[in-house]
């Protein structure tokens, strides 16, 4: 993308935001029981779906790569990984501050809160693991293969997760309503925004990334000379 | 050469430099038992209670003593850079993982039923009866560590800080593993003893996914 699309991407990701925004607040009936914490919602589950849609194209870019060996499957891969860390890093705290009025407690061991926090705890290890490799070439391999086993273990976590606690006594969650539909819709702007920046935060990433090889390169390079 | 033949040939020579130091397996065993001891320091646990928190604190030692014995299963080939003879010889590259797989869960597992007999002293528990099943859970539960554990390893040996790296990618990642092997023996260890069939078949669905992705993606990780 040329940095005439960039700005123009920008531009239209910060007026869907507003218009999230504004849909979130004023637009969006008010929750009877909840009252305004209830809005936090409309950022909080889009934040979650969004950090999935990151995390499966990082599970593709790794795939990607080790059939094709192009760096920049590689990168897609990071850019990915990390964006989807940074959405379940807010995932993570928004969740409690709406839990703190609502429940009366910050944090539960309730099955989607423990199983959201391994899956954020697995693709931490995953940025770590890329930190740690020196040569670029293996660690493109070496956290491409991890990076496919931890997509492949989110199921398994989820599922182990879910029976592991639908066989203890359930927290009180105030699930199973249903939402107005004007809720839906709102929900639903919501998600389309934060794809948005998810996308213009990975088109970054990505740059960034390709920048620091094109650096790499150079230092070679330039080592070979010298 | 074939997947299986080689693999098995590559597990033989893992079991004879095993067998010649016993070095994994008297560190893995008396880590183990040191773990169960500081438990029983650290909470105090009636009886009661060690039957309701026993397997899921022998289920936690496995898991690190696995994380630990796992490591030298590739670093030890590095020291006069076996694994590049390895890879030289004229086998299916996955079949140095797959032998070393194996190999780690032969290691694992017999050290496990080693400490068994240690830990139902210890806690008080019934083992003899449930005897059969409880096998099967060790023997799903320790597949899927030493599966997931030897390829992290192989992971983990090309980076800095291996022996940190290895935990931090191994542990989360078994979190379904822990849960259905803790959760099956304390159904077998429990007051009317049964094994919950969910787990069995979580604990097979995870040796699957591991076992078929180590198939398909783990020479990958071989290459020079």
Known sequence: ???????????????????AGYAALFLAPAEKTMGLIQRIFYFHVPSAWTGFVAFFISFAASIAYLLRRQPKWDWLAVAGAEVGVAFFTCVLVTGPIWAKPVW????????????????????????????????????????????????????LVYFSIWWWRTQHPQPVIGRGGFLDARMYAVLFVCWVALLGVMALLIHHRYRLEALRHEVDEMSIEADRRA | MGLARAAAIILSKELRAEFRTRELLNTTVVFVLMVIVLFSFTFDPTSAESRRF???????????????????????EQANDTLAALR?????????????????????LFAELLLLPVFAVFYGLHILPVLGPLLLVFALGTLGVTTAGTVFSAISSQARMRELLLPLLLLPAL????????????????????????????LVASDIVFLTATWLIGEYLLEE
């Open chain 1, 104 to 155: 009366g407690i910050w944090w539960t061991w309730d099955a989607r809160l423990t199983s959201t926090f391994v899956l954020w705890i697995l693709y931490v290890s995953y940025l770590i693991l890329r930190t740690l490799v020196a040569d670029p070439e293996r660690r493109a391999v070496t956290s491409a293969v991890f990076g496919i086993f931890a997509f492949l273990d989110v199921p």
């Open chain 1, 1 to 19: 993308m040329n940095s005439r699309g960039t700005w123009a991407g920008t531009l239209a990701v910060a007026a869907l935001i507003g218009v």
């Open chain 2, 88 to 108: 030289l010889a004229p086998i299916p590259p996955v079949a140095i993982l797959f032998g070393k797989i194996l190999a780690n869960f032969i290691f694992l």
């Open chain 2, 54 to 76: 026993g397997p899921g604190l022998l289920w936690l030692a496995f898991l690190f003593a696995g994380s630990l014995m796992l490591q030298p299963s590739f670093t030890r």
């Open chain 2, 175 to 202: 979190t379904p593993v822990l849960i259905a092997s803790a959760e099956s023996t304390v159904g077998l260890l429990g007051d009317e003893p049964a094994l919950p069939q969910v787990w069995t078949f979580l």
